[in-house]
């Protein structure tokens, strides 16, 4: 049987209301439309649902006992249907996974982690490492949100640029390169390091160097930017990795850091995930965390106050 569940908006606002003219006026409809309803409600329900009684109509015995189930009914198809309620924090339960760079985990995971705890306590994170893949893992589920240097193709996996990252040149202290002005042609003929999960010796910056006629020699490719910068502090290799996802990692290593000595790409910055999250709430929710998370990156730290007296010079 095919059933217009239409009918039972009817039926609840018939029941509340006790008559055609009632109901009709309720729910925006003609009084004829509404009766329409009515005899086709009687038709399924094989009910009179209401009689005439003198000049009014009274529910019969079936439609009194199932006036509560229907409202309720009713009720619980509005309330799926219509604007989503507000997300309780505090009382989340969930699990979302979240498949970054390495370089980027690295920077924010913590920071991540420490404002999901602290604003959904029911909330765990699992932060995965990046597969081979792209978007299949997306595309599956499996992952809730992902990063890229690059913007997804597929129309289902959405994407938001969340910054774009500046190149610099990392390298151990006293390496050759720190002696002197840093020409192009120094740091093509220096030995290189690429990052490249796949393993690929060639990256953008090759294209940058070919087109001012140069070449540089790339010895390794590293999985991770981790992996890149400690062998960059043991070795003379020189890495280029983007700046503010590696910051903290380079200052901690304790590692030189050049501006390129031609100019560079910036490396953009996007945060992934499928279409079916769209109006999750919960989701939401976490990709504007993780969004005000990673912007943090790009925001230059403060410049120090001085104090009042070496302001004006008293």
């Known amino acids: 049987m095919q059933l217009d569940l239409n009918l039972l908006t009817a039926l609840d606002a018939l029941l509340e209301e006790g008559s055609v003219a009632g109901a009709a006026a309720r729910l925006h409809v003609t009084a ?18 209401l009689v005439r009684t003198g000049r009014s109509m009274v529910p019969t015995a079936r439609a009194l006992a199932m006036r509560a189930e229907v409202h309720a009914l009713v009720q619980r198809a509005h309330h799926l249907l219509s604007a989503r309620e507000e997300l309780d924090l505090a009382a989340l339960d969930r699990v979302f996974t979240v498949r970054w760079h390495d370089a980027l985990t690295a920077a924010c995971g913590t920071a991540l982690t420490a404002a999901v705890h602290h604003q959904a306590p029911g909330v ?27 913007a997804p193709t597929l129309p289902d996996i959405r994407h938001r640029l969340v910054g774009e990252d500046r190149l610099v040149v990392a390298v151990r202290p006293g390496h050759p390169l720190t002696a002197g002005p840093l020409s192009p042609e120094r740091y093509a003929a220096a030995e290189h ?12 910056i090759d294209d940058a160097l070919t087109a001012h006629g140069l070449e540089r020699h790339v010895v390794a490719a590293g999985p991770t930017a981790a992996f890149a910068l400690r062998l ?4 003379d290799l020189v890495v280029t990795l983007p700046e503010a996802v ?14 390129p000595p031609l100019p ?13 999250y769209d109006n999750d709430r919960a989701h939401a929710w976490l990709r504007d965390l ?6 943090a990156l790009f925001t230059p730290p403060a410049a120090p106050r001085q104090p009042v007296a070496a302001r004006t010079g008293t």
């Open 124 to 150: 765990r994170l699992r932060l995965s490492a990046e597969p081979g893949t792209d978007d299949a893992e997306l595309r599956r589920g499996e992952v809730d949100l992902a990063s890229s240097s690059k």
């Open 232 to 235: 960059a502090l043991d070795t």
């Open 32 to 49: 004829p439309a509404m009766s329409r309803s009515l005899g086709r409600i009687r038709k399924v329900t094989g009910d009179q649902i």
């Open 264 to 276: 560079l790409p910036d490396v953009p910055l996007y945060l992934l995930w499928h279409q079916r």
């Open 290 to 295: 993780a969004t005000e998370t990673v912007e």
């Open 193 to 204: 390091l690429t990052v490249s999960r796949r393993g690929s010796l060639r990256d953008p």
């Open 246 to 259: 590696t910051r903290a990692a380079r200052d901690e290593l304790g590692l030189v850091t050049l501006p």
